[in-house]
């Protein structure tokens, strides 16, 4: 029976939430709905929010997704591919060098100022430190070697 099921692959999945995609039924509004429907009676399942328009649903659980692929698949509902690598959410990642991050910091201060409508010297004088430290140069001036 199962190799008559839908197969739904996993997009996105993070702790709690998990975007499942059911490209061959992309369009099937009822389906979709039933879909939520059953899926929100499975144990371990919060809420499951339908998007028909591109094939997926977005389910909140708090059990473990395996149990909730099994139970489904049981259910009659989808078959849950789990040889996909999906997306883990990940913790964006700011590689700054000192330069840089001294740049930004000047450029921070130099738009505090202007919102305290303090433009001249000092938000103007902030923006030159910064540009200096991001690595802009004006017209005749020359880089040393070791920047």
């Known amino acids: 029976m199962s190799d008559e099921l839908p197969v739904a692959t996993i997009v996105h999945t993070m702790r709690g939430r998990?975007?499942?995609?059911l490209a061959e039924l992309?369009?099937?509004?009822?389906?979709?709905?039933?879909?939520?429907k059953k899926l929100a009676g499975i144990g371990g399942v919060r809420r499951a929010d339908p998007a028909?328009?591109?094939?997926?649903?977005?389910?909140?659980?708090?059990?473990?997704?395996?149990?909730?692929?099994?139970?489904?698949?049981?259910?009659?509902?989808?078959?849950?591919?789990?040889?996909?690598?999906?997306?883990?959410?990940?913790?964006?990642?700011?590689?700054?060098g000192p330069r840089e991050a001294a740049a930004a910091a000047f450029?921070?201060?130099?738009?505090?100022?202007?919102?305290?409508?303090?433009?001249?010297p000092p938000a103007l004088t902030l923006v030159w430190y910064a540009a200096r430290l991001a690595g802009f140069r004006m017209g005749g001036e020359d880089r040393s070697p070791d920047e």
């Open 52 to 96: 028909p328009l591109t094939g997926g649903i977005l389910i909140f659980h708090d059990k473990p997704l395996a149990g909730i692929g099994e139970a489904a698949e049981k259910a009659g509902l989808f078959r849950l591919q789990t040889n996909a690598s999906p997306s883990v959410e990940k913790p964006m990642e700011l590689n700054l």
């Open 107 to 120: 450029a921070l201060a130099a738009a505090w100022q202007i919102y305290k409508e303090k433009v001249f």
């Open 26 to 36: 992309r369009g099937d509004e009822k389906f979709f709905a039933d879909l939520a």
């Open 18 to 21: 998990t975007r499942l995609r």
